[in-house]
């Protein structure tokens, strides 16, 4: 069967549109707890429980709400935490013991959209299967539970707290972040009263930007979205590193006291060599979107590397699948098994920390041995559904273009996964070249859509 409702991650959209109403996410609720109900293991009269938790978006409010009373008509009770980065939900449902935990946030897209994720018992993003169905109980009209089986609901004070004390175990007790300034961008989203916690409790000198939500400004000029905010910031303050965070926290770039970016790639590349230094790395996945670079420093580092499709969820599968730990993607989504059971920016952050401080050197001297190919990626906005395969000028101009890169280069279309747009990637060693062979694809796209 395929999925109607649910993409790479979760079911997304731009609200007040289907599948973004509250009519739909309160049948998204019943039609869940219904799986979750008829999946329990738990002792007769006992209800299954989920946590919600939710970004900044001013939206949020009212899907809360739709998901909470779909939940309760389902037997499943609730507990609610306000907003909480998307890792933090994670934890907090296996460390609760609950049978699922739910995310109301659209990560680094902008406020006007929104959208709902799943976390299983263990604190993984739910299996295809179980999101298989939940879009087949969606079909069927809701049927309430009568009073006394209905689910009750209640709000996890601690929440926070707990997450926070989370975050600083995931960093060597033996280091600490004492003189060290630190510029933390919270991109106005759900760490804004986290992130300048845990940094500011290891020892750092704090500076926090993006830490101001009104529901609107969520990802709005701040955040990996728009890291130049985070390199302003660090100049303005002379700090030593800054950290940019994306809206619900999974996503996380970094800048260092010269005001360079670094990205995705090459914070993976800083943690995995600190790994293979100490032993035990048995290898790192990446994705399609992977820059070739990082690829072949694993490769003279005598670390094995493997590509899953682009989504932090198929990343994860291929750590599973191979009992490896570490892998990542370029945009800042980094996963440490050893560490949590899905991508958090906050943690991620400290893996590299922890790489600076133990060998009292700089981000930079970390990352020699790793210089990135220049990539170009282009968003051509396209109708929904629209198979670039099926169209022969586009389909001529990638093998033109894969031609002229040879063995030096990659060239990648490929579908977002969350908004109706062809994402075209392009990447070689010369600049310019790159630039030109991804606009003239790009230029294909948008005439044959």
Sequence with gaps: MSRKYFGTDGVRGKVGETPITPDFVMRLGFAAGEVLVRRSTMPKGEHPAVLIGKDTRVSGYMLEAALE???AAAGVDVMLTGPLPTPAVAYLTRALRLQAGVVISASHNPHQDNGIKFFSAEGTKLPDGVETDIEARLDRPIQCKDSAGLGKARRIEDARGRYIEFCKSTFPSALDLRGMKIVIDCAHGATYHVAPHVFHELGADVETIGADPDGFNINDGAGTVHPEALQAAV?????????????DGDRVLMADGEGRLYDGDELLFVIARE?????????VAGTLMTNL???????????????AKVGDRYVIEMLQEKNWQLGGENSGHIICL?????GDGIVSALQVLSAVRGSATTLGELCRGLALYPQELVNVRVAKGFDWQKQPAIVKAKGDAERALGTNGRVL?????????????????????????ARAIAQTVQESS
């Design 338 to 342: 050893d560490k949590h059971t899905t």
């Design 413 to 437: 279309l490929r579908p977002s996964g969350t908004e109706p747009v062809l994402r075209v990637m392009v990447e070689g060693k010369d600049d310019a070249e790159v630039r030109r062979l």
């Design 235 to 247: 100049a303005e303050h002379k700090a030593d590193l800054g950290i940019a965070l994306d809206g």
């Design 275 to 283: 790994r293979a230094k100490a032993g035990g790395l048995k290898g």
């Design 293 to 307: 670079a990082l690829e072949h420093a694993l490769e003279k580092m005598g670390v094995s590397f493997a590509r």
């Design 69 to 71: 009373a779909g939940f």
